[in-house]
């Protein structure tokens, strides 16, 4: 096939219309709930009170902003693939943005900037008129407009996913699981609900000690999907070579899968029961003879092999009177293995370290 070929073919996976639209017409979709920005997504906001201001600023002046990118739901909802925090910033300013729970956000009071000094503490709506915007400026504001690209629901889904890649990747913004977690929520927001359940488990938390870093990035929800992947996405395309492709692809494929999500949780709880009962929060650590005790850092590569391995044979372990000894005998077991040394060695690709822990763990818990 030739390269015009290719783009002829890719070109056709995503059907787009495009139209400006003003500033009041937005706040109507949003009012009349015929825009969705995901509340879920507020959770990833990373937006500061300055760069909030600077937009309502910039509307004020008349300064162009960069197109919004939709995606039309077979409801006609549209989902906002890119432009979450420039229209969450409009609607906190006009007093209408929503958080997940429903409640309304306080509005956003602006500051005095280097152009308009004179917007210190100005409101959309205000009690004391000397800091309520005046109405010809409400009408400026609202008259405004803004280019929409609207992904037609006749588009490839897969498309609309890796459209949303592109535009939320390469700037320093979210994370590549926050990425991941705004496609769980854009393909089924209750597989995200699922996976924010079981990363706040007390069992999970106690075998994995994560840093602060970790924690804010969305690591702890990274490495659940890592682990229903290894059991539940069997059918991934091969030709898939790097880990962050393969997790995003898997988590469109687990959201998809409703019927097993209380399957997943059950497994996933029982299984960090267990493995907590066993050696808590050095579940995943390297035991160091020196000191006799295991030690270290949390071993992501220990973790896939153990955790998949317990979370498949979990039926069988749960039911073992020595489960805890069990559980100590088989970690040993990965941990002075062949297949284990090779794998954890420095230049091995993320995804064949991932598999090969996986069909450690599943194969030696097994016998």
């Not at 890119?82 to 969450?88: A, P, T």
């Not at 008259?143 to 890796?162: F, G, H, P, Q, W």
């Not at 320093?172 to 699981?177: D, I, K, P, Y």
């Amino acid at each position: 096939m030739s390269l015009r070929e290719e783009i002829e073919i890719q070109s056709k996976a995503i059907s787009t219309d495009s139209y400006q639209m003003s500033i009041g017409e937005l706040i109507n979709l949003y009012h009349d709930g015929e825009i969705d920005i995901h509340p879920e997504f507020q959770r990833m906001y990373r937006w500061s009170k300055t760069q909030r201001v600077k937009l309502i600023e910039s509307i004020l002046l008349g300064i162009p902003l960069p197109s919004i990118f939709v995606g039309a739901r077979k409801d006609g909802i549209w989902d906002v693939i890119d432009g979450v925090q420039r229209l969450s910033t409009i609607y906190q300013f006009v007093g209408i943005l929503k958080d997940d729970k429903g409640d309304l956000d306080e509005p956003l009071v602006l500051e005095s900037t280097k152009h308009l000094p004179s917007l210190k503490d100005v409101q959309w709506d205000s009690d004391d008129e000397a800091t309520a915007l005046p109405i010809d400026l409400k009408i400026k504001f609202k008259r405004s407009r803004i280019d929409v690209t609207i992904v037609l629901n006749t588009s490839d889904a897969d498309s609309k996913y890796e459209l949303f890649q592109r535009l939320n990747t390469g700037g320093t913004n979210l994370s590549e699981q926050e990425v991941r977690n705004c496609l769980i929520i854009m393909s089924n927001s209750k597989f995200y609900d699922l996976l924010c359940i079981l990363a706040i488990n007390e069992d999970f938390n106690n075998c994995v000690p994560l840093s602060e870093m970790k924690e804010t990035n969305q690591y702890r929800i990274e490495l659940i999907i890592r682990l229903l992947a290894a059991v539940y996405c069997n059918e991934i395309d091969p030709s898939v070579s790097d880990i962050g492709p393969y997790l995003d692809e898997a988590a469109i494929a687990l959201s998809s899968m409703d019927s097993r999500f209380d399957e997943m949780k059950l497994t996933f709880e029982g299984t960090f029961s267990l493995l907590n009962q066993a050696y808590g929060e050095d579940s995943f650590k390297k035991y160091d003879a020196e000191k006799g005790k295991r030690c270290g850092a949390f071993l992501i590569g220990l973790y896939q092999s153990i955790a998949t391995g317990v979370f498949v044979n979990y039926e069988a372990i749960s039911t073992k009177h020595d489960s805890t000894d069990f559980i100590k005998t088989k970690t040993d077991e990965i941990l002075n293995s062949e297949s284990y040394s090779r794998a954890s060695v420095h230049g091995v690709r993320a995804l064949d370290k991932y598999r090969t822990m996986t069909e450690l763990g599943i194969q030696t818990f097994a016998n």
